[in-house]
């Protein structure tokens, strides 16, 4: 019997997950009043994180994000086959016929293309799903580096966004701390060809805005909140089971009153990686992404391809 895409592409992501971890030291950065912190008030969220679920975690308070139909016996998620609810009462109707003909396609035995198994940009916060990120901490910026094709964002620090924004997939990201939490807000962020903002195919509009916030809690309260994640999400990947220090939470809030009747938030939970090596991932070149036999609902979706080399 052949392995299903969304399988192979599952277990694909899972090696993906068991390559990260370089730390960097946190540089002096600037508080979010103008005036600059003490090195030591400012948290330490460089380094290398994992979370080993491929969706989004629970919200803390609130409504959540489209959550998966198909189920395990367990009750989890069943990430081999995503059919989005488009029951869930965030999505404006519109969007919900969208979230519900993706999953007609899953249900069919088909894949429909997305930012990943297409190898492109992902934007935000469909690129949340990518198990490692290293964030690096500048006085002026802070860079978030993704393994898929080593994508990364730059977010500006204690600085507005432009009058006028020019859309990029990843958006205009500002940030600023706030105490012991980053937070980062980003709006302009481009209609791809490919517009989703999670594996289930829920649209997105130029309205989109996306405010997410990372803070550091302690090793009880990541190893709960890890369990509560892998409730929803089973475990593809694994964090570094020696590793007794804080973990890092991001949760983030979702507005666009073009696909949303209303805000909603999810989180992600990270630990740390067992392995300390931060190797490349190339996408295009992954032939286990390359699905073949006709799996692909559109006729017009191929992977990126070059005439001629590089270099």
């Not at 204690?158 to 980062?184: C, F, K, M, R, W």
Request: negative net charge; hydrophobic residues 35%.
């Amino acid at each position: 019997m052949k392995a299903r895409p969304e399988f192979l592409l599952a277990m694909t992501l899972a090696a993906a997950a068991a390559t990260p971890a370089l730390g960097q030291a946190a540089a002096p950065a600037p508080g979010s009043s103008g005036t600059t912190q003490h090195t030591a008030s400012i948290p330490d969220f460089s380094g290398v994180w994992l979370h080993p679920g491929l969706g989004f975690g629970p919200p803390l308070s609130g409504p959540g994000p489209v959550r998966n139909k198909t189920r395990l016996p367990s009750g989890a998620s069943d990430f081999t086959l995503v059919v989005g609810d488009y029951t869930n009462p965030i999505l404006k109707p519109e969007a919900a016929e969208v979230v519900k003909k993706f999953g007609e396609i899953s249900l069919s035995g088909r894949i429909f293309p997305d930012p990943d198994n297409m190898c492109l940009q992902n934007p935000l916060p469909y690129i949340f799903w990518n198990f490692n990120v290293m964030l690096l901490q500048q006085a002026d910026k802070i860079t978030l580096i993704y393994p898929h094709d080593s994508d990364f964002r730059t977010v500006r620090l204690n600085q507005a966004h432009p009058a006028t924004v020019i859309p990029s997939i990843h958006g205009d990201s500002v940030g600023h701390y706030e105490g012991d939490t980053l937070v980062i807000d980003t709006v302009g962020i481009k209609l791809g060809p490919y517009r989703m903002v999670d594996r289930f195919g829920t649209p997105y509009t130029q309205a989109l805005h996306v405010v997410e916030r990372y803070r550091l809690i302690d090793y009880e309260a990541t190893k709960a909140a890890l369990a509560e994640a892998e409730k929803e999400w089973p475990r593809v990947g694994g964090v570094d089971p020696n590793y007794r220090g804080k973990g890092l939470q991001l949760e983030f809030t979702v507005e666009d009153p073009g696909v949303f009747t209303m805000p909603w938030s999810a989180t992600i939970t990270y630990g740390r990686n067992p392995n300390q090596a931060w190797d490349e991932r190339v996408c295009a070149e992954n032939v286990l992404h390359d699905y073949q036999y006709n799996y692909f609902s559109d006729k017009d979706a191929h992977l990126p391809t070059a005439d001629k080399p590089d270099f």
